[in-house]
């Protein structure tokens, strides 16, 4: 939709259609994130992606790009896998020690 839209110099798939980079951040902050998106930050973004399950890559021409295994340009079908997990390991693996410690106390 980014190119239908004019939006291909800020943010476009890589040719694969297995990934996607975001080429100009403050544009994409200013014209397409208030489209599509509640956030009004671009690092509140990133962490959605992060949330959601996204790797920013880092190798050669895919460096800064984003990918999902269910995120991909020619199977906008796969997009129903994609679902919300938490971003922070350490931040999930605090919530079930909390958790299993209030089983206990609770026995």
Same mark, same amino acid.
């Given at each position: 939709?980014?190119? %239908?839209?004019?939006? &291909?110099?800020?943010?476009?798939? &890589?040719?694969?259609?297995?990934?996607?980079?975001? =080429?100009?951040? /403050?544009?994409?902050?200013?014209?397409?994130?208030?489209?599509? !998106?509640?956030?009004? @930050?671009? &690092? %509140? !973004? /990133? @962490?959605?992606? *992060?949330?959601?399950? !996204?790797? @920013?890559? =880092?190798?050669? *021409?895919? /460096?800064?790009?984003?990918?999902?295994? =269910? !995120?991909? *340009?020619?199977?906008?079908?796969?997009?129903? =896998?994609?679902?919300?997990?938490?971003?922070?390991?350490?931040?999930? %693996?605090?919530?079930?020690?909390?958790?299993? %410690?209030? &089983?206990?106390?609770?026995?």
């Amino acid at each position: 939709e980014a190119e %239908s839209n004019g939006f &291909e110099d800020i943010i476009s798939w &890589e040719q694969d259609g297995m990934a996607f980079k975001v =080429h100009d951040c /403050r544009l994409f902050v200013e014209k397409v994130m208030p489209l599509y !998106f509640d956030q009004s @930050r671009y &690092e %509140s !973004f /990133r @962490r959605q992606l *992060r949330k959601y399950g !996204f790797s @920013r890559l =880092h190798k050669d *021409r895919y /460096r800064g790009a984003y990918h999902h295994k =269910h !995120f991909q *340009r020619t199977n906008k079908d796969l997009c129903k =896998h994609i679902t919300r997990g938490i971003a922070n390991k350490k931040a999930a %693996s605090k919530k079930a020690e909390v958790v299993k %410690s209030s &089983e206990q106390a609770a026995v």
